[in-house]
């Protein structure tokens, strides 16, 4: 069956980079997500990448994937306290990838 | 525009109500999605629409109704809640199926008392 996991918490000083872990199960998922949830929010889709690509960067934002590996990350450069959310990382599956398959989210806290 | 609207954005209700949630996209999107999160749990997949047919049904209580009268709204009819549905009701729409991100609105917070 399919699972996503993520470290659970994850505290940082601005101003340093913040590195967000996942690990998935489902080899044929073909994107793979990260999304940020501020409190009582719904979710904000941040960047995606296609399985076949090991790095993906948008502006303060990097993805990693090894697909040998089913590790996904998230690099943030130079964190402010906005970016304090919960992080989650998510795989779309099935016929149509239309399950999509959270991790359990990473609440990164950003400390001045 | 990449807004998804829900409505309303708190509703308690008592468990013989009847009430609906309703989502809105103007994107021309084609899937449709609800979803229900539990505070500090990611969301759970509940249901699919994609081109205006039920395309998933995550193994749902019937206690919980989805409607999709045309391709731009959502709605979510609940009767006879328990109050472990109290949850976030979240609404997402997505282009079409398959390879595209998706667009989640804000949530309707649904307690059951």
């Known amino acids: 069956g399919e699972d996503v996991e993520q470290s659970l918490f994850l505290s940082v000083r601005e101003g340093d980079s913040s590195v967000i872990n996942c690990t998935y199960t489902?080899?044929?998922?073909?994107?793979l997500y990260w999304y940020k949830q501020e409190p009582g929010a719904g979710l904000q889709l941040l960047t995606y990448?296609?399985?076949?690509?090991d790095m993906k960067q948008d502006q303060r934002l990097t993805v990693l994937l090894n697909k040998k590996d089913k590790h996904l990350s998230l690099r943030i450069a130079d964190t402010q306290t906005g970016d304090s959310a919960i992080y989650f990382c998510?795989?779309?599956?099935?016929?149509?990838?239309?399950?999509?398959?959270f991790g359990p989210g990473t609440r990164l806290s950003v400390l001045p | 525009d990449t807004e998804v609207t829900q409505t309303p954005k708190h509703l308690v209700m008592g468990m013989t109500n009847k009430k609906s949630l309703k989502c809105e996209q103007h994107m021309g999107h084609r899937a449709m999605y609800w979803y229900k999160q539990k505070a500090k749990k990611p969301p759970e997949l509940m249901f699919v629409y994609s081109y205006e047919k039920l395309s998933i049904n995550e193994s749902v209580p019937s206690r919980f109704s989805p409607e999709c009268p045309n391709s731009s709204l959502l709605n979510l009819h609940l009767h006879a809640l328990q109050p472990e549905d109290s949850a976030l009701y979240l609404c997402?729409?997505?282009?079409?199926?398959?390879?595209?991100?998706?667009?989640f609105g804000p949530g309707t917070r649904l307690t059951v008392t």
């Open positions: 990448i296609f399985s076949n690509m």
């Open positions: 997402a729409s997505q282009e079409d199926r398959g390879i595209y991100e998706q667009y």
């Open positions: 489902d080899s044929s998922s073909t994107y």
């Open positions: 998510a795989e779309s599956i099935g016929n149509y990838g239309q399950n999509f398959v």
